[in-house]
């Protein structure tokens, strides 16, 4: 496979620079601010300092061993990303930008938010590195994410309602697109995915690759082998990303992105931009998107409000195109099923988002043999989601 | 040259600046646009911009987001735009902008909509989100239908990408005056008018000025340097104003006469 993206960020004939002139000279900006941190070896030093002082890495490749027996299939391993500080994968991203903007001398940083977790993964680094931080986020997301709301204004950072479209992740994104058009001389925009206008799919793609680096090794280290198949939960994509990429070039490894069916691909109500939808651009690059023939972009829903996004990370449309990941869909009510299943089954509760990839791997699981192997990215813990999995009865 | 390039030659001949109008497509319905229309073009507006509403308009402010979103709720869709233009045209010659963001016109097919467009008698597209760094595939069909790509220069634009967008811009530079999006900050003059020579030295093409104007005081400033100022937000907030206003038009060619007046009284100064 030929390296993605070309110098202007296209992944085949996604991704790419779609912003506003304003934002043009700071992509640029940034996109050679990245190149030089790339190659300063003092940089992925201090980056990987923090991430194994700060955020706690390695993450365990956990063998659940009750979950496997009781599907009578597959052995299944889970990459504990909920173990991280602060609770999932995206403290992984949040460091490395962080950095990269404390380099660039920028002391203000920005964030959208969809679960809450990326916005508390910045709204922590901020803390770290003394930075002033506002994160926008959907009006709808701050009443069902509320304790992650709450983590956040601890961190000392700023919580900006977002109340324009449906109030969730898609608008926080427009919002704080908007707030960087007019700040974006002192402020770093931290985005949350690999998504984004170049080089932010490419950026915090690689930043989250050290999830798919560690698996590898870990995986050969306690199996001797390569797992057959790696699930993962896709909003944005940026945990997917993280775990898929070390092992795109590996043909012995099955990958699949789970996408959010919300309440069935038949309604309008989900978040399956790759099943779904249409090639189309939106917030800086171009994408499948959910929208209507006029090219207006539709409103996401998913319970898992880290999924909640019309569109998806350019890479993964490309990987979609190209046949390498195939993408499936879980509905609101096998990942609610999932959730409860995974606590019981191994006393680990995992986000709603990564719940749709245990789903995943537990429709799969039972039809391979015994000897076969499956990693599952748990993205992050689930404690965030247990108000909302009480509204909905998923807990009797 | 096309309707652009004839008006700003013609204005220039007059020693007068372009007053450029811009309104949101289909706020409150398309016939009130098609009202406007007619009622700006007499008004003394000197080009139309006239917004295509988006779902997602992320270089605009409050004002002209909640714009888009009673346009799309009114049914607006950029076929309905085309068609509204088209139907002026048979009477009008009123230079016409398409003002927006680029997913529309990627659903409608750049290929099909450079034709449509031009077919309807449209003058130039300025998309939002279209850097040119992307906007090869664009141009290959609205350079050949002979649509201006009206280009978008920023205060953060430095030298070198300034002459790059000059060189590739056609009908008019629009020079967005404030480091912001649509209608949320007060232009400063000063930073403007030097900017503005800057992208002189670089360029023969028109320069507007747009993005934060809103009085006939600052239009007359910055007409001074520059070759035509865009109001918007302060026309769209006026529209939104007064929407159940039976002299809705009437108000709106109240305050774009006064402006235009502005303008010309530039030439006396």
């Known amino acids: 496979m030929k390296t993605q993206p070309d110098k202007y960020g296209h992944f085949g004939i996604f991704g790419g620079r779609y912003a506003a002139e304003t934002l043009m000279p700071a992509l640029i900006e940034l996109e050679a601010a990245y190149r030089a941190a790339q190659k300063d070896k003092s940089f992925s030093k201090e980056f990987e300092e923090y991430q194994r002082q700060y955020a706690g890495r390695a993450t365990p490749l956990y063998y659940a061993n009750r979950l496997s027996e009781s599907l009578r299939g597959a052995k299944i391993y889970l990459k504990r990303e909920d173990l991280n500080h602060t609770g999932s994968h995206k403290i992984n991203n949040t460091l490395g930008q962080a950095l990269l903007a404390r380099r660039m001398g920028k002391k203000k940083v920005i964030a959208e938010t969809g679960a809450g977790q990326h916005g508390v993964a910045t709204a922590t680094v901020a803390a770290l590195f003394g930075m002033e931080c506002k994160i926008f986020m959907g009006e709808e997301d701050i009443h069902r994410q509320a304790p992650n709301v709450f983590r956040m204004k601890i961190l000392g950072a700023e919580v900006v309602p977002v109340k324009s479209g449906t109030a969730t992740l898609k608008d926080a994104m427009n919002e704080a697109m908007r707030y960087w058009v007019s700040s974006v001389r002192d402020t770093f925009y931290i985005i949350g995915t690999t998504a984004g206008p170049h080089p932010y799919p490419q950026m915090v793609r690689n930043f989250q690759s050290v999830i798919g680096r560690e698996t590898k090794k870990q995986i050969i280290k306690m199996e001797g082998r390569n797992p057959d198949v790696l699930i993962a939960c896709v909003g944005g994509g940026s945990n997917a990303m993280g775990i898929f990429y070390t092992f795109r070039n590996q043909k012995d490894v099955a990958m699949f992105g789970v996408e959010a069916a919300g309440h069935g691909l038949n309604t309008t109500e989900h978040s399956a931009s790759i099943n779904a939808g249409k090639v189309g651009v939106l917030h800086g690059n171009k994408t499948y998107l959910l929208q209507d023939e006029h090219g207006q972009v539709r409103d996401a829903y998913s319970i898992a409000a880290g999924l909640d996004y019309p569109g998806v990370g350019p890479e993964h449309a490309y990987f979609h195109a190209t046949k390498r990941v195939k993408y499936v869909t879980i509905t609101d009510k096998e990942a609610i099923k999932a959730f409860s299943y995974l606590s019981r089954q191994e006393g680990i509760i995992p986000a709603l988002e990564s719940a749709h990839a245990i789903a995943y791997a537990m429709k799969v699981a039972p039809k391979m043999a015994k000897d076969k192997l499956i990693v599952v990215c748990l993205s992050g813990r689930g404690d965030k989601d247990a108000q909302t999995i009480i509204e909905k009865g998923g807990v009797r | ?269």
């Open chain 2, 1 to 269: 040259m096309g309707r652009i390039g004839d008006k700003f030659e013609s204005l220039h001949a007059k020693n007068e600046k372009a007053l450029i109008i811009y309104l949101t497509a289909g706020d409150p319905s398309l016939g009130v646009t098609k009202e406007l229309f007619f009622g700006l073009e007499s008004a003394g507006a000197d080009i139309l911009e006239i917004g295509v509403p988006f779902s997602d308009p992320t270089a605009d402010g409050p004002v002209i987001q909640a714009a888009s979103q009673r346009a799309l709720k009114a049914g607006t869709t950029l076929q309905g735009v085309l068609d509204l233009v088209t139907d002026v045209r048979k009477t009008s010659s009123i230079p016409i902008v398409l003002f927006g963001y680029y997913n529309p016109i990627f659903a409608y097919g750049p290929k099909n909509f450079a034709q449509a467009a031009k077919k309807a008698g449209v003058d130039g597209v300025l998309v939002v989100d279209l850097p040119p760094e992307e906007a090869r595939e664009f141009r290959s069909h609205t350079d050949v239908a002979g649509i201006d790509f009206i280009s978008l220069a920023a205060p953060t634009t430095p030298e070198v990408r300034l002459r790059r967008i000059a060189a590739e811009a056609t009908g008019f530079l629009y020079y967005i005056s404030i480091t912001g999006v649509t209608g949320t900050a007060v232009p400063r003059i000063e930073d403007i008018k030097r900017e503005v020579s800057k992208i002189r030295r670089i360029t023969k093409l028109p320069l507007a000025v747009g993005f934060g104007i809103s009085n006939s005081k600052q239009a007359q400033e910055i007409a001074r340097f520059a070759d035509g100022v865009v109001i918007g937000s302060a026309v769209v907030r006026l529209i939104d104003e007064n929407k159940s206003n039976p002299d809705l038009v009437k108000n709106v060619c109240t305050y774009v006469r006064e402006i235009k007046k502005a303008l010309r009284w530039q030439v006396d100064d």
